[in-house]
C-alpha cells in the first residue's frame, strides 16, 4: 500500500471550509482533549483537524475533499474503544460521527430499526424496549458507545450466547468510502442472495475500508422472566457439563453464561471489598442467566429453573448455589461480576487482555496463565474472566513494579498461550494499533495478504485509519 501524504495543510482546510462551512469544522484549541485519545490508554495525540458532519452527504464530501488532498483519516465514534482504533496519530484527520445520531424508524411488522451510526447503543436499546423489543448487542460500555464502533468492531458483550456478536444482529448497512461514494444496503429482509453481501466487509473491519454511517438492525422479542443464579464449581469440566446440560433440558432459554475465576473473586471480595458470596471461595463462580418466560412451569407449580440447577447440585456437578429471589439478589450477583470496573481503582496497573480460546482448553489455558504469571514473581496479579460460553475470557496481569519491558513480556507470555492452544488474539474488541503486532499469532500470512488486497481495492491510498488492523 502506498503512503500518501499526512500534512495538514491550508488549501485542505480552504477546501473543507468551502464545502461543509465552519460548523462542521474544528481547529487547535478549539479541538476538544476527548478527541485525542479513546479509551486504550495512550498518550493524547490531537488530531491536526476534526469534522463533525451531520449526515451522510457531509461524509462523502469530506472524505471525496481528503482523498483529493491527500489527507490521512481516523475515524471516531464514542472513544470507548482498547485498542487504539480510534486514537489519532501525528497528521491525521479526525472524522467524528457524534452528530450523526438518531433513530431513523423502527419497523414494528420487520421488527428492525434503523439508526445513523453515531447513536449511543443505550439510546437503541432505550427505543427498542419502548415498541416491546429487545436489541440483541449489549456492553458494559452502552452508555457512551455508537452503534457505528460496535459495528466497525463486531462487538460483543453479555449475551452473545443467545443473540450473537453484533455481525448476526445487522441486516443492513450503508457506508461511504474512502472516495467518497456512497454504498447504501438498508436491508430489512433475513434472506437477501444478490450477489456479494458487501455489507459483511465492513463489519469488524475497524473503519480501515470505509465508514459505516447507517444500521439496520434485527429485533428480537424482550426476554420475559429472567431468572438468576450464582453457582460454585471446583472443577472446569463440571462447568462445561453444566453449560451443554442445562442448553439442552432448557433449550434457547439461556442468555448469560459468565465465568470468574477464584483469583478475580479473591480481588472482588479483598481489595474490592465486596462480601464472598459463599462460605468457601471457589475454583470458579459461574453467573448464569435464563429466560423463562412469564408462566413456564406456573401451571404445575414447578420451577423449571431451580429445578434443573438442584438435579446438577444433586448429582455433585455444582459446588453450591445460590438463586436470585429478587431485583437486589440479581443485581449482587451481578455486582461480582461488574466489579472489574472498579478494579483499576484498587489494585496495581497491569496489561489487559481480551482473547479467545477453544472452549474445551480453557482450563488448561488457565493453569498456563497462572504458571507464566507466577514467572514474574510472587507478587503477580493474574485475574482471569469473562463469557466462557462463547469462549471468549479477559485477562489481567499486573505487578507493583509494572512497566512497559514487563507489558511488553507479558504481552508475549499470553499471546504465546493463545497461539499454542489455536486460540485468537482478539475476541471482541478488535486489532486497531495495541494489537497489530501480534495478529500473525491468530492470522495465517495467507489470511494477512488477502486482508491487504482487500484493503489495497478499496482504500488503495491507504487513507482510512491508516496503521489499524494491518501495518504500513
Not at 464545502?19 to 462542521?24: A, F, I, N, P
Not at 472446569?236 to 432459554?253: I, Q, S, Y
Amino acid at each position: 500500500m502506498s503512503t500518501i501524504r499526512s500534512a495538514i495543510d491550508d488549501t485542505l482546510h480552504a477546501a473543507l471550509m468551502q464545502k461543509l462551512g465552519s460548523d462542521r469544522l474544528r481547529l487547535g484549541n478549539d479541538i476538544p482533549e476527548s478527541h485525542a485519545a479513546d479509551a486504550a490508554g495512550m498518550a493524547p495525540c490531537p488530531p491536526g483537524l476534526l469534522i463533525l458532519p451531520r449526515d451522510t452527504q457531509e461524509v462523502s464530501q469530506a472524505l471525496a475533499i481528503c482523498h483529493a488532498h491527500g489527507a490521512r483519516i481516523v475515524v471516531q465514534g464514542g472513544m470507548t474503544g482498547l485498542t487504539g482504533g480510534a486514537h489519532p496519530q501525528a497528521g491525521e484527520v479526525a472524522l467524528s460521527l457524534e452528530r450523526l445520531a438518531g433513530i431513523e424508524e423502527i419497523d414494528t411488522l420487520a421488527g428492525t430499526l434503523t439508526a445513523r451510526a453515531g447513536t449511543k447503543l443505550q439510546e437503541i436499546q432505550e427505543a427498542a424496549q419502548a415498541k416491546g423489543f429487545f436489541c440483541g448487542i449489549d456492553l458494559g460500555a452502552r452508555g457512551s458507545c455508537t452503534i457505528g464502533g460496535n459495528i466497525a468492531t463486531n462487538a460483543g458483550g453479555n449475551q452473545v450466547l443467545r443473540y450473537g456478536m453484533a455481525r448476526r444482529n445487522v441486516l443492513g448497512l450503508e457506508a461511504v468510502l474512502a472516495d467518497g461514494t456512497v454504498v447504501t444496503s438498508l436491508n430489512k429482509m433475513l434472506k437477501n442472495n444478490a450477489g456479494y453481501d458487501w455489507t459483511q466487509l465492513f463489519i469488524g473491519s475497524e473503519g480501515t475500508l470505509g465508514i459505516v454511517t447507517r444500521v439496520v438492525l434485527g429485533l428480537h422479542p424482550a426476554p420475559r422472566g429472567v431468572r438468576s443464579a450464582l453457582l460454585a464449581f471446583s472443577r472446569f469440566e463440571d462447568v462445561l457439563t453444566v453449560l451443554r446440560r442445562f442448553d439442552a433440558a432448557l433449550p434457547g432459554r439461556m442468555i448469560v453464561f459468565e465465568a470468574m475465576w477464584r483469583e478475580y473473586l479473591d480481588t472482588a471480595t479483598g481489595p474490592g471489598g465486596l462480601v464472598p458470596p459463599f462460605g468457601t471461595m471457589p475454583e470458579i463462580a459461574i453467573l448464569i442467566e435464563a429466560a423463562m418466560g412469564e408462566s413456564m412451569g406456573e401451571e404445575s407449580g414447578a420451577d423449571p429453573f431451580t429445578d434443573t440447577l438442584a438435579g446438577f447440585l444433586e448429582e455433585g456437578l455444582i459446588d453450591d448455589a445460590l438463586v436470585a429471589q429478587s431485583e437486589a439478589d440479581r443485581a449482587r450477583f451481578w455486582s461480582y461480576r461488574e466489579a472489574v470496573y472498579e478494579f483499576r481503582r484498587i489494585i496495581d496497573a497491569g496489561t489487559n487482555f481480551d482473547v479467545s480460546i477453544p472452549i474445551a482448553r480453557l482450563d488448561e489455558a488457565v493453569a498456563r496463565l497462572r504458571a507464566g504469571a507466577r514467572a514474574f514473581g510472587e507478587e503477580t496479579r493474574l485475574l482471569v474472566f469473562g463469557h466462557v460460553a462463547d469462549s471468549n475470557i479477559h485477562i489481567s496481569v499486573s505487578h507493583p513494579d509494572h512497566d512497559a519491558p514487563m507489558s511488553e513480556a507479558i504481552q508475549a507470555m499470553v499471546y504465546d498461550i493463545v497461539a499454542a492452544l489455536s486460540g485468537s488474539v482478539s475476541a471482541e474488541h478488535g486489532i486497531g494499533m495495541l494489537k497489530r503486532g501480534y495478529l500473525h499469532k491468530s492470522r495465517s500470512d495467507a489470511e494477512i495478504a488477502l486482508m491487504r488486497r482487500i484493503k489495497q481495492a478499496l482504500d488503495p491510498h491507504n487513507m482510512l485509519n491508516p496503521g489499524r488492523v494491518l501495518a504500513g
